[in-house]
């Protein structure tokens, strides 16, 4: 699991020096920079997996044409960032009597979120990028994404370990999943 999260590391940051050419200066990110498991409220932690999930997918859309397998592995790793956004509610949800149908109920709130929450911040990120139609704008907006990335590459890891819980659940036999 290290070197995956090593490797994604390194496209990340490709993927960043790549865009450091329209994004000279140093940007603000949209996010904290702290670790998102240390966020104690679960809906904001959730937020901040959303806005990982689409400013990947924004600088996936950007390298489309020039880089187009970095712009999938993005686009790959904004899939998990999803995931997380669904993993840290239903983390944060499960308890020991839970029942099949409070599950259920969770998994329902927690795959809407997982899929509303990135698109409402890929909907701001695209009116942010509309707001910097010069090209100083861009600059720094392109730096602000740059910034924001570089924040959650550093939460890779956590990504991980949410993808890999979501898999171990899934394989557990445990709890019955509901259907897709």
Same mark, same amino acid.
């Given at each position: /699991?290290?070197?995956?999260?090593?490797?994604?590391?390194?496209?990340?940051?490709?993927?960043?020096?790549?865009?450091? @050419?329209?994004?000279?200066?140093?940007?603000?990110?949209?996010?904290?920079?702290?670790?998102?498991?240390?966020?104690?409220?679960?809906?904001?932690?959730?937020?901040?997996?959303?806005?990982? @999930?689409?400013?990947?997918?924004?600088?996936?859309?950007?390298?489309?044409?020039?880089?187009?397998?970095?712009?999938?592995? +993005?686009?790959?790793? @904004?899939?998990?960032?999803?995931?997380?956004?669904? /993993?840290?509610?239903?983390?944060?949800?499960?308890?020991?009597?839970? =029942?099949?149908?409070?599950?259920?109920?969770?998994? =329902?709130?927690?795959? +809407?979120?997982?899929?509303?929450?990135?698109?409402?911040?890929? =909907?701001? +990120?695209?009116?942010?990028?509309?707001?910097?139609?010069?090209?100083?704008?861009?600059?720094?907006?392109?730096?602000?994404?740059?910034?924001? /990335?570089?924040?959650?590459?550093?939460?890779?890891?956590?990504?991980?370990?949410?993808?890999? =819980?979501?898999?171990?659940?899934?394989?557990?036999?445990?709890?019955?999943?509901?259907?897709?």
């Amino acid at each position: /699991m290290r070197s995956r999260v090593v490797n994604w590391i390194a496209l990340i940051f490709s993927a960043i020096f790549s865009i450091g @050419a329209i994004a000279e200066e140093t940007g603000a990110s949209y996010l904290d920079d702290r670790l998102f498991l240390e966020i104690k409220d679960v809906n904001r932690q959730a937020e901040s997996w959303a806005m990982c @999930a689409a400013t990947y997918d924004f600088m996936a859309a950007v390298l489309s044409e020039a880089q187009p397998a970095r712009s999938r592995q +993005l686009k790959d790793i @904004a899939n998990g960032a999803e995931m997380a956004v669904i /993993m840290s509610m239903v983390s944060d949800g499960l308890d020991s009597e839970m =029942t099949q149908e409070r599950f259920y109920s969770l998994w =329902t709130m927690a795959k +809407l979120a997982g899929s509303e929450l990135p698109r409402t911040r890929r =909907t701001m +990120l695209a009116a942010d990028a509309e707001s910097s139609s010069d090209k100083k704008g861009a600059k720094v907006f392109f730096a602000n994404l740059s910034a924001t /990335m570089s924040v959650c590459v550093k939460n890779l890891e956590a990504q991980q370990m949410y993808i890999d =819980t979501w898999r171990e659940l899934a394989k557990s036999g445990l709890l019955k999943l509901p259907s897709e």
